[in-house]
Structures are given as structure tokens and as C-alpha cells.
């Protein structure tokens, strides 16, 4: 196992254990794990953010820390969020990451997140021109998951 996933599998354990917020120190971690304070920043930076249904805080200073917060843990919930963090555009990676974090909360069924990613994937969109690619995609997503509100 790489030591980001280590870290990555570390931090969701405590969430678990604490329902669903963390609050660590970088450096104690660091020193816990046996790997370097920035690799708790790339974890964190890469594999906790809003699109993936978490908040993260931090604090600098000799009383610093990083609280991590899972989002809202009900179908409704998750799935409002999702549609906030969206925005006003979405590329098919993004849109891949979210469809991961719904289908891996549950939230949605394999069969359901399939059709989400063709209607998100690249394909569709070849007729239309490159610079309005990501802000139709984020539209057709957004009432994707507003659909899915009312099942």
C-alpha cells in the first residue's frame, strides 16, 4: 500500500470513529504515519475536497490543525451538495470524481452512475463547440442529481 493511500485510509478511519469530523496536527500524523508533513498535505489536498463531500479547515500557529468534516451523511444532503459545488461549469474528470463519490456513499447505483458518465463523458458533447462543452455539462449533471432528489 503507497503511503498516501495509508494516509488517505488513516484519516477516513477517524472519521468514522468520530462521527464524520477530524480534527488532526499535521506534524503528529507525520510523525505517526513515518512519512513527511507535505504528504499529509497532498493527501488531504487531493483526496478530501468539497467535490468528494468534504470541508476542510486548518489552522496555522503552534495550536494549528486541520479539522476535515465528511458532508452531510443523507442521500438528499449529499446529493445538494454535490449540485452547489458544481458551479457554472464541469469537466469530465470532475464530473468522474463526483459520480466515484455518490456511487461509493451509496447515494446511487451502479446502473445509475453509468448513465450519469455517458451523459458527462466527452462523447456526448462532440457536436458541440470546445468553449461550451463544460458549462452545458454542468447543467445536464445539475438536473441529473436534482432528478435523483425525487427517487
Given at each position: 500500500?503507497?503511503?498516501?493511500?495509508?494516509?488517505?485510509?488513516?484519516?477516513?478511519?477517524?472519521?468514522?470513529?468520530?462521527?464524520?469530523?477530524?480534527?488532526?496536527?499535521?506534524?503528529?500524523?507525520?510523525?505517526?504515519?513515518?512519512?513527511?508533513?507535505?504528504?499529509?498535505?497532498?493527501?488531504?489536498?487531493?483526496?478530501?475536497?468539497?467535490?468528494?463531500?468534504?470541508?476542510?479547515?486548518?489552522?496555522?500557529?503552534?495550536?494549528?490543525?486541520?479539522?476535515?468534516?465528511?458532508?452531510?451523511?443523507?442521500?438528499?444532503?449529499?446529493?445538494?451538495?454535490?449540485?452547489?459545488?458544481?458551479?457554472?461549469?464541469?469537466?469530465?474528470?470532475?464530473?468522474?470524481?463526483?459520480?466515484?463519490?455518490?456511487?461509493?456513499?451509496?447515494?446511487?447505483?451502479?446502473?445509475?452512475?453509468?448513465l450519469m458518465a455517458a451523459a458527462t463523458g466527452e462523447r456526448a458533447y462532440l457536436s458541440v463547440p470546445q468553449q461550451y462543452r463544460?458549462?452545458?455539462?454542468?447543467?445536464i449533471f445539475k438536473n441529473m442529481l436534482l432528478t435523483l432528489l425525487d427517487t
Amino acid at each position: 500500500m503507497r503511503i498516501s493511500d495509508l494516509v488517505a485510509q488513516y484519516i477516513k478511519d477517524i472519521l468514522e470513529e468520530q462521527d464524520g469530523e477530524a480534527e488532526i496536527r499535521r506534524n503528529e500524523l507525520a510523525t505517526t504515519l513515518g512519512c513527511v508533513p507535505s504528504q499529509i498535505n497532498y493527501v488531504i489536498t487531493s483526496r478530501f475536497t468539497p467535490e468528494q463531500g468534504y470541508i476542510v479547515e486548518s489552522r496555522r500557529g503552534g495550536g494549528g490543525y486541520i479539522r476535515i468534516t465528511r458532508i452531510n451523511d443523507t442521500r438528499s444532503g449529499t446529493i445538494m451538495h454535490i449540485v452547489n459545488s458544481v458551479g457554472k461549469s464541469l469537466d469530465k474528470a470532475t464530473a468522474e470524481v463526483m459520480l466515484d463519490n455518490l456511487l461509493g456513499r451509496g447515494v446511487i447505483e451502479a446502473p445509475s452512475a453509468k448513465l450519469m458518465a455517458a451523459a458527462t463523458g466527452e462523447r456526448a458533447y462532440l457536436s458541440v463547440p470546445q468553449q461550451y462543452r463544460d458549462s452545458l455539462r454542468a447543467t445536464i449533471f445539475k438536473n441529473m442529481l436534482l432528478t435523483l432528489l425525487d427517487t
